[in-house]
């Protein structure tokens, strides 16, 4: 494929007057080891996912960046888009240096349209001010991902971000309408719209969503908003073991007939970790697994329902207690010990690997002895949590002490493989919310068919003919 032959050009001292005569001099950043190290990774663990851009743009226009993307192709420059880099693969790092291109400054919110329950924003809006701005009216955004006061909404949409309420809600290429994208040669163009249904030509919008920032910029985004629910209810539910846990979760849905709008699993390790790290004993001393559930309505005696036929069905189906939050603070401090997992096994070792699998729901049985044999034959620590509604786990990979560097950085590849593997032997895939970025590109041909690839790599080239845009992204180089 031809665009993997490119020989990318530097930025010199005159490309960047040309950057700075675009978006004004305030509004670059070159030479300044300091301020653009900021720029030099994302969530990503691990020295070599640092990449240092060659400088830093901010601009402030889809006119901006239409003529640094035409500037960038004339000169044969890579150009990198970022969010708020809190990307857990790799995708906002100039992996080939560059120019990287922050929409940091895109950040407003446009439009809140309540006769058609659609907002338009920018893409460097924080995605929790999109429900701030909308709480008022009875309306919020239900695709948020679980680092909903970090990320930006640009970020969410080019990584289609999910979370902890996807089961019910789905994922964030539900709510996106319409795009207004700059493609990487610099045109800017206006797709989809304020409109529920569209088979107008091929769907490029739901293109967009997932694209990981390779094949066009997003610089408007229209988002569908949907009715707030008023009532919230959590329910904490230690189980003897993994397979009791996941068994209980289609029964509330066809027995119980509830969607629940979250369903997280902790393995038993994770439960112990998180307890030990904010300092509380777990809720039952023989916990295997634990499920939290929760249930969002439109009046408290529905969620008080809706909580009330779960627990039946919990204790039925085995569960060693339950315990009902049904106040905000009771459910705060519930979801507190869920919250801080990512952060409880990242204080741990600055070695490991967080990668978010999925498995099909009734699969989750079978796939975490698995993991724990894995564990065992590496001799790694790998405990799996997250949001088993839909069968999306979170395997943290974490180096034990009395493993060196040296052996962990041989080891890791092959263990991500074998656990890459197994996820797709049970029919799921290597991330369900990640992506792919740089971190999981060379794991690619392990998830998806040769044909599918090449098919992949002549959309990236008939949008990036010179793969100016994202290059060292998803596909394996
Ligand atoms: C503690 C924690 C919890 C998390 N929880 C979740 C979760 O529950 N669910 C989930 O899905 N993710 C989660 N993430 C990962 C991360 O927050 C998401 O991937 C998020 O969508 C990234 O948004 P960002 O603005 O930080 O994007 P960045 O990391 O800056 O960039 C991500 C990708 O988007 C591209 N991009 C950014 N802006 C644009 C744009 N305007 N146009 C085109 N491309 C663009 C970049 O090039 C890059 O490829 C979590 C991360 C952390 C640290």
């Not at 239409?66 to 992996?95: C, D």
């Not at 979760?249 to 902790?266: A, C, K, L, Y």
């Not at 009046?299 to 569960?319: D, H, K, M």
Request: aromatic residues 6%.
């Amino acid at each position: 494929m031809a665009n993997t032959d490119i020989t990318y050009a530097r930025v010199t001292p005159e490309i960047v007057k040309q950057l700075e005569a675009i978006v004004g001099e305030p509004h670059v950043v070159f030479g300044d080891t300091e301020r653009m190290q900021d720029y030099s990774h994302d969530e990503v663990t691990g020295a070599e996912h640092v990449h240092m851009p060659e400088v830093v743009v901010k601009p402030n226009s889809a006119a901006e960046i239409s003529e640094i993307m035409k500037l960038a192709n004339r000169e044969r420059i890579p150009v990198t888009p970022r969010g708020a880099g809190s990307g857990l693969s790799g995708g906002a790092v100039p992996v080939l240096g560059g120019i990287l291109l922050s929409i940091e400054r895109m950040n407003r919110i446009l439009e809140i349209d309540r006769a058609n329950m659609m907002g338009t924003v920018e893409p460097g809006v924080v995605t929790n001010a999109i429900n701030d701005a909308v709480q008022d009216d009875g309306l919020f955004y239900a695709g948020y991902p679980m680092s909903v006061e970090m990320c930006f909404i640009g970020g969410n949409v080019a990584e289609n971000a999910g979370g902890g309420r996807a089961i019910k809600y789905g994922v964030t290429s539900r709510y996106v309408m319409g795009l207004e994208v700059v493609l990487p040669t610099g045109e800017i163009v206006q797709m989809g719209g304020k409109r529920v249904k569209d088979v107008t030509g091929y769907d490029l919008v739901h293109l967009m969503v997932g694209s990981e920032g390779t094949l066009g910029i997003f610089t408007k985004i229209i988002l569908r908003l949907m009715p707030q629910p008023v009532a919230r209810a959590v329910l904490l539910v230690p189980f003897a073991d993994v397979a009791s846990a996941i068994g209980v979760v289609s029964r509330i849905m066809t027995q119980g007939r509830i969607i629940p709008s979250s369903v997280e699993f902790m393995d038993r390790l994770t439960v112990e970790t998180i307890y030990a790290y904010v300092g509380e004993t777990p809720p039952h001393p023989n916990i295997g697994a634990m499920l939290l559930l929760e249930v969002d309505a439109f009046s408290p005696a529905q969620a008080e329902a809706e909580y009330t036929a779960i627990v039946n069905i919990c204790l039925e189906a085995g569960a060693l207690d339950v315990f009902v939050g049904d106040t905000p603070a009771k459910i705060k401090k519930m979801w507190h010990p869920r919250q801080i997992a990512a952060e409880a096994f990242k204080v741990q070792s600055e070695y490991q690997s967080a990668e978010d699998l999925v498995v099909p729901l009734a699969q989750i049985p079978e796939f975490v002895p698995e993991l724990e044999r894995l564990s065992r034959e590496y001799n790694v620590v790998m405990p799996c949590f997250g949001h088993a509604g839909d069968g999306n786990l979170h395997v943290h990979v974490m180096k034990k002490p009395e493993t060196s560097v040296d052996e962990w950085q041989v080891l890791l590849p092959h263990l991500l493989e074998e656990v890459y593997r197994l996820a797709v032997r049970l029919g799921g895939t290597i991330s369900g919310e990640h992506g792919i970025g740089s971190k999981r590109a060379q794991y690619l041909p392990v998830a998806l068919d040769p044909t599918l690839i090449a098919v992949q790599k002549r959309i990236k080239q008939s949008f990036d003919p010179l793969n100016i845009l994202n290059p060292g992204k998803i596909f394996p180089t």
